[in-house]
């Protein structure tokens, strides 16, 4: 094997950089060999009981990536206001203290609403919608 002594006190952030990637890169190529030997091997053993073996393959380049996609996330809109201020609750988890504090009050949550129920609609149905 070759070895090669790295002084890290020595190299700049630049450096550094490319050393980390280079070493990512190494790590990846393994995984991938690794992944290779494997999955060869579950085809061999699958061969040996007469079955054979059906592997889906996720994308490869996964194992290059440093991170997982992020995935888009969803916006909650609020559903109820302060009625003083800007303050705003979902009305989803734990009701915020100031929320408590308004019901203390005599304040109720339907008050409160952001977009409240026009009396001549019926009532929503809640579940999934079309």
Do not use: C
Not at 7 to 17: N, P, Q
Not at 72 to 97: C, S
Request: charged share 35%; net charge neutral; glycine share 4%.
């Amino acid at each position: 094997m070759n070895e090669k002594v790295i002084v890290i006190d020595e190299l700049s952030d630049a450096e550094l950089d490319a050393q980390i990637m280079a070493f990512q890169q190494a790590k990846n190529a393994r995984r991938l060999v690794k992944r290779q030997e494997n999955i060869r091997q579950i085809e061999i053993l699958a061969e040996e009981i007469g079955m054979r073996a059906q592997l889906f393959e996720k994308n490869t380049e996964a194992l290059t990536a440093t991170e997982a996609p992020a995935k888009p996330k969803r916006i909650i809109h609020p559903k109820y206001k302060h009625p003083d201020d800007e303050r705003t609750w979902t009305g989803r988890g734990v009701a915020p203290l100031w929320v408590a504090e308004m019901e203390e009050k005599g304040i109720t949550r339907e008050s409160m609403l952001i977009n409240k129920p026009d009396a001549n609609e019926p009532a929503a149905k809640k579940g999934k919608k079309d």
